[in-house]
């Protein structure tokens, strides 16, 4: 796929949140589309109101402006958003989360959502962290993690903010991590 101009890019992602139209959003470290409203653009990230592919709302996710290389108008949005509108699913409002920088991003997230997900695509494409934001603190994110079975780590783990390529929250895996790890053990 060509990469776009940004300000092409730019002005598609401000058409979708203005005319809250479904798009299909590509990055430069993914081989496939990621569904969902625009509901939120900053300086440094832009927020996705994910719609899986079952065509349910699934949480958000946060890109980083300058790996976005495409946004189109999903070729399947009648329907989804007919499917979508039967079954009562509204475009959720965007959480007060700040797109400002990774570092507001990650802080914001994690006083908004118990679990955060974070991904440092350029060192790991093909792996996610999942955990609780203890802090963010001079370039570094200090966070407790969470096993796909709900288990809560006993050693914090230090990310380099510049790392982190995408974060997302709200969706229903960590939903469900959520429920069942329940609170995340107090910092040392």
């Known amino acids: 796929m060509a990469r776009l ?48 592919d079952r065509i349910w709302h699934d949480g958000f996710e946060c890109f980083r402006r300058p790996d976005i290389i495409a946004v189109q108008v999903d070729p399947k949005a009648r329907f989804v958003e007919k499917a979508l509108e039967l079954r009562g699913e509204m475009i959720p409002e965007a959480p007060a989360v700040s797109l400002e920088s990774v570092e507001d991003l990650l802080t914001s997230a994690g006083r908004a959502f118990r679990l955060v997900t974070i991904h440092r695509e350029m060192e790991d494409p093909d792996v996610c962290q999942i955990g609780h934001v203890i802090e963010v603190v001079g370039g570094e994110l200090v966070m407790r993690e969470v096993s796909p079975t709900a288990e809560w780590d006993v050693e914090l783990e230090r990310y380099q903010t510049s790392s982190v390529t995408r974060v997302s929250f709200g969706a229903d895996f960590e939903a469900a991590l959520t429920l069942v790890a329940g609170e995340p053990p107090s910092a040392p």
């Not at 569904?35 to 990230?45: A, E, I």
């Open 5 to 52: 101009k940004s300000t092409d890019i730019a002005i598609a992602l401000n058409d979708a949140k203005t005319e809250r139209r479904l798009v299909g959003l590509t990055t430069r470290y993914d081989e496939w589309v990621v569904r969902g409203y625009v509901v939120g653009l900053g300086p440094g990230f832009v927020m996705i109101a994910v719609v899986n």
